[in-house]
Nanobody
């Protein structure tokens, strides 16, 4: 069992930066694939990025490529989402998710989810 808690969200002006953190509990974090997803108002939840167990491989959605970076610290059981050059269209609830090792962007294949955290980008 893995429990996930996101932090670091908030309100930022367009062009600004935020770093989200996702703290995990559970012994399987270091072998888990971690993903970030987001859901904007009136839209379906979408994949943002994923990172494999070692941090050696990442997968980034085209919409955020070059602006968002995912990383992880297995010693701290935490995954991070560094967001730069934020745009109003990045406004969404951001979710951290984990699975048992499947390298995927499909949300249906993620087993554990955080409660989500709001990111609002003002123009």
């Amino acid at each position: 069992q893995v429990q996930l808690v996101e932090s670091g969200g908030g309100l930022v002006q367009a062009g600004g930066s935020l770093r989200l953190s996702c703290a995990a509990s559970g012994r399987s974090f270091s072998t888990s694939v971690m993903g970030w997803f987001r859901q904007a108002p009136g839209k379906e939840r979408e994949f943002v990025t994923a990172i494999n167990w070692s941090g050696g491989s990442t997968w980034v959605a085209d919409s955020v490529k070059g602006r968002f970076t995912v990383s992880r610290d297995n010693a701290k059981s935490t995954v991070y989402l560094q967001m730069h050059s934020l745009k109003p269209e990045d406004t969404a609830i951001y979710y951290c998710a984990a699975n048992r090792g499947t390298w995927t962007r499909l949300e249906s294949l993620y087993d554990y989810w955080g409660q989500g955290i709001q990111v609002t980008v003002s123009s």
